[in-house]
């Protein structure tokens, strides 16, 4: 059986005799994550995915619109159907297909 410390106090005495508690206290460690249920998995993994596929989709047209509007006055209203198409692809490399079908 495993056994938690949650706290060690050492006992320490200075030159002039006094004494002195340090106490050094642990984090208890919470619930880890728990495991889906096996035909959630391929779901919970397209989900991710799309999260993270559009996060990459909205920095990445965020830092062009940026440079497009330093490049010139109105530049992201010129520049807005490549600078959509750019990060759209983008985002799209963050979607692996055949991770949905390995996952467990």
Known sequence: MKTRIEKVTIVETD?????????HRYRKKGKGRQKPSGWLAIPEA???QGLD??????GSLR???RRSNVKRRNGWLM???TNVVKAVSRGRKRI???RFFLAK
């Open 53 to 58: 596929a559009g996060t990459k989709t909205i």
């Open 96 to 98: 692996k297909i055949q």
């Open 79 to 81: 520049d807005v159907g």
């Open 46 to 48: 397209v989900v991710w």
């Open 15 to 23: 030159a002039a005799g006094a004494k002195t508690a340090v106490v």
């Open 63 to 65: 830092g062009s619109h």
